[in-house]
């Protein structure tokens, strides 16, 4: 069953604390994508990678790292930097990066830090 | 910003058509009419997109103007289970930005 699996659901972490959120497709899409999602709001892209070990800033990528050491992966971390990192993240992936192609989205990581 | 223009809601009976429009006046010639939809809190759901052409597939149909300034997605029997945010976006890949969308409430 092809698709894209983020773990956990639901995370708790303490202010301070680096977090990472994990995002794997076994789609063999070459393209993959991190966004937020702020309650009411629409969705914010914080990377995106066009294929392994390459990946570039979105519109929001400040406080955040990602690495794509392989093509089914693309974990976020959120670090302490990050002023307001509670939100809802959103991992997704495409054929391409390119804008032909549509995304295929996971179910969410809700994320909150207290 | 997002560059498309959507209702913030909608409602629309059950059985009936919802027809949702959106306004993307400023798409370039190579840029995609693209609509997902997102059930609450979860991940957002591609359902169809098109370029010059109407487009149908299971899902809806995409129903896009002459001048590429607008379209219409349309749920040909709306179920509650079509109850979500609709989100038109004109664009792909990297460039994709999720605006607010529009909120359809299917009633029985």
């Known amino acids: 069953d092809g698709g894209i699996t983020q773990s956990p659901k639901y995370l708790f972490r303490k202010e301070g604390q680096n977090v990472t959120l994990s995002c794997e497709q076994n789609?063999?899409?070459?393209?993959m994508y991190w966004y937020r999602q702020d309650p009411g709001q629409g969705l914010r892209l914080i990377y995106y990678?066009?294929?392994?070990?390459?990946?570039q800033k979105g519109d929001i990528a400040e406080g955040y790292s990602v690495s794509r050491e392989k093509k089914e992966s693309f974990p976020l971390t959120v670090t302490s930097a990050q002023k307001n990192p509670t939100a809802f993240y959103l991992c997704?992936?495409?054929?391409?990066?390119?804008?032909?192609?549509?995304?295929?989205f996971g179910p969410g990581t809700r994320l909150t830090v207290t | 910003d997002a560059k498309t223009t959507q209702p913030p809601s909608m409602d629309c009976a059950e059985g009936r058509a919802a027809n949702l429009p959106c306004n993307h006046s400023?798409?370039?010639?190579?840029?995609?009419v693209y609509w997902y939809r997102q059930i609450h809190s979860q991940g957002p759901q591609y359902i169809i997109h098109g370029l010059k052409n109407n487009e149908t597939n299971e899902m809806a149909s995409l129903i896009i103007t002459e001048d590429r300034k607008s379209s219409t997605l349309i749920l040909p029997h709306a179920t509650l289970r079509d109850t979500a945010v609709y989100y038109c976006i004109n664009s792909g890949g990297f460039k994709t930005i999720f605006g607010a969308g529009t909120r359809l409430f299917v009633k029985a």
């Open positions: 997704a992936s495409s054929i391409s990066a390119t804008l032909s192609y549509e995304q295929y």
């Open positions: 990678s066009q294929i392994v070990n390459d990946f």
């Open positions: 789609l063999n899409h070459d393209a």
């Open positions: 400023t798409i370039s010639g190579n840029e995609y």
